[in-house]
Structure formats: structure tokens, C-alpha cells
């Protein structure tokens, strides 16, 4: 498969024009960055405790740990692929860490086995998709109940204490004032762009999601690809869970399980198209902000948490209706 090769197959699917203006993923990363720079300055405006720095960082480091399983969801999503379990995967990974460390283990080294278990896992989830060829949305929603019942089974569905300060610095520390989680945040952020943008992984996530009959013919292999951000996803999921864990100073089993929603929602209204083949990491992350941004808003003023409920099925709604406009507009 030579670089000519995968450039062919990257042009195809990214046709260009003014007729495809609404399909082109930078389009999209413009237009929610005004709408965040909207909605800044309207909570500025309605809340005289918005612009504190202290809520500022709260808002960066509440979203971290949805915003790094939204980074690793969106290149799985864009080369067809999906993962609900990735929370019961958070969920189970920081419970995992919490008994290994009470057996006596370094909580270090119980992290890194946590890790791995959870890379095995989002193995087990690409295995069942790409060779059995089940569907990625009942097999992952399978393992999100199996997964999650685990955690539930370990723990006996209560919350596993984990108290050690180096380890709790992960979810409350700060560096030059800007949260840890937030940091971490960024870092896989940086690193997931330059590998979906700059490498030739990258143009085969987009080229698998876009045709992957295609691709097959080109030489690329589309399981390969798939079954690698399955674990990429594991594991990602798996450090999620543990920022979660250091923040709360405990394991709870179902802790991220509340962000699933918030998780998909993220990636779908950043411009990521559940069809795949399109999406963008920066534009996952604008939307991560602009979900965070609007619940600490709306809790700003008062506004009740059921109503918040409401509206981010609102946005969920709403940003699945925009993808499938940006798909009619390129056809």
C-alpha cells in the first residue's frame, strides 16, 4: 500500500466544494467554537461567579475524564466502529486498582495491570466485531452490562476507599494552576490529532470508515485498524477511570457510568458522523466544552438538574439530526 494509494483513497472521501461545505469536519470546528464563544459570554453575563478562575478550572477538570473516552471514542467511531462499554470499562478499571492495592499491591503497578486488563477488554470487544462480525452497538452494549455487572460483583455494589496521596495528586493536583485531569486531557488530545492527521494510521481510520470495501481493495486492513482502537479505547477508558477514582478518593463501580450519554453526545455533536469516515478530535473536544461549560452554567443559575437532563437529550437529539443533514448535504 503506497502513500499515492492512501491519498486516493483520502480524496475520495473528503470530496470538496461548496455543496459539501456543511460535510467538511474544520466547517464544523468553526462553527461550534462560535457557539462556545455564544454561550461564554451568556453565562458571563447572567452569573457573576462564571469568570471565576476557580470555576474555570472546575469546568476543565470535571470534563476531563468524559473528554479523554470522548477522544478515544471519536477515531472508532469514524472508522465504523462503536463503544457504549467504554465507561463499565472506567467503571471497572478504577475498581480494579482499589482491590489490588488493598491486597497490598503498589497502587503504581495496580494501575498498570488495570490498564492492561482493560486493553484485553477492548480487545474482546474488537475480536467480537471484527472476526465473529457482530454488531458493534449490541456487542459493546453486551459487554457495557457484563463489565459493569463485574464491577458490581467485586465491589458488591459499594464504593472501594482509595486513599494515597501520590495517587489522589492524579485527580486534584495542579500544575502552574491548571488541573492534572485537565492536562492529561490535553496531552491525549495533542496526541490523537497528530496520529489521525499526520500519520499513515490516520488516513486509514478515515479511509476504513469511509468505504471499507474500498480500503480492503487498496491493501488496508480494515480489521487491523478497527481492532486496534478497540483497545486504544480499553485503554484510554481505563486511565479515565483511575483520574476518576484519584478524584473521588474512591472506587466506585458505576461512577462513569452517568457520563455515557455526555460521552457519544461529545462525539457526535463535534461532527464525528455515526456513518464514519468523518470527524475530527479538536471538534470532540469544542463539544466536550460546550456540554461541560452548560451544565456548570445552567447549575450556576439555579437551574434544576432535571431540566439539565432534558437538555442535554435535547443536544443529543439535536446533534444527531445535524449529522444527518451534513450526510444529505454530501450526497
Known amino acids: 500500500m503506497t502513500e499515492r494509494n492512501l491519498d486516493k483513497v483520502e480524496v475520495k472521501f473528503s470530496r470538496s466544494g461548496f455543496r459539501n461545505l456543511m460535510s467538511q469536519d474544520w466547517t464544523g470546528v468553526v462553527a461550534l467554537g462560535i457557539f462556545y464563544i455564544m454561550i461564554f459570554i451568556a453565562f458571563s453575563v447572567l452569573s457573576p461567579y462564571f469568570l471565576q478562575t476557580r470555576n474555570l478550572m472546575s469546568i476543565g477538570s470535571n470534563m476531563s475524564v468524559i473528554g479523554l473516552m470522548a477522544i478515544a471514542g471519536t477515531p472508532l467511531i469514524i472508522a465504523g466502529g462503536l463503544d457504549l462499554s467504554v465507561a463499565a470499562i472506567a467503571g471497572v478499571?478504577?475498581?480494579?486498582?482499589?482491590?489490588?492495592?488493598?491486597a497490598g499491591i503498589n497502587v503504581w503497578a495496580a494501575c498498570a495491570i488495570a490498564v492492561a486488563i482493560a486493553a484485553a477488554l477492548g480487545g474482546f470487544n474488537?475480536?467480537?466485531t471484527t472476526r465473529l462480525r457482530l454488531d458493534p452497538l449490541i456487542v459493546t452494549l453486551g459487554t457495557m452490562s457484563i463489565f459493569g455487572g463485574a464491577a458490581l460483583v467485586l465491589t458488591g455494589g459499594l464504593s472501594k476507599p482509595l486513599i494515597v496521596p501520590g495517587f489522589n495528586w492524579l485527580g486534584s493536583g495542579r500544575v502552574l494552576g491548571i488541573p492534572v485531569p485537565l492536562l492529561i486531557m490535553i496531552a491525549f488530545c495533542i496526541a490523537a490529532w497528530w496520529v489521525m492527521t499526520k500519520t499513515r494510521f490516520g488516513r486509514e481510520i478515515y479511509a476504513t470508515g469511509g468505504n471499507p470495501d474500498a480500503s480492503?481493495?487498496?491493501g488496508i486492513n480494515v480489521d487491523r485498524v478497527r481492532v486496534i482502537l478497540y483497545v486504544a479505547s480499553g485503554i484510554v477508558g481505563?486511565?479515565?477511570g483511575i483520574i476518576l477514582a484519584a478524584?473521588?478518593?474512591?472506587a466506585a463501580p458505576n461512577a462513569?457510568?452517568?457520563h455515557l450519554l455526555t460521552v457519544i453526545a461529545a462525539i457526535i455533536l463535534g461532527g464525528t458522523s455515526l456513518n464514519g469516515g468523518r470527524g475530527s478530535v479538536w471538534g470532540t473536544v469544542l463539544a466536550v466544552l460546550i456540554l461541560g461549560t452548560l451544565n456548570n452554567g445552567l447549575t450556576l443559575l439555579d437551574v434544576s438538574s432535571f431540566w439539565q437532563e432534558i437538555t442535554r437529550g435535547i443536544v443529543l437529539i439535536s446533534a444527531v439530526a445535524f449529522d444527518q443533514i451534513r450526510i444529505r448535504s454530501g450526497d
Do not use: K
Open 93 to 102: 478499571s478504577g475498581v480494579i486498582v482499589s482491590l489490588l492495592y488493598g
Open 126 to 128: 474488537g475480536f467480537l
Open 256 to 258: 462513569a457510568g452517568s
Open 247 to 250: 478524584m473521588l478518593g474512591a
Open 216 to 218: 480492503r481493495i487498496m
Open 238 to 240: 481505563a486511565i479515565a
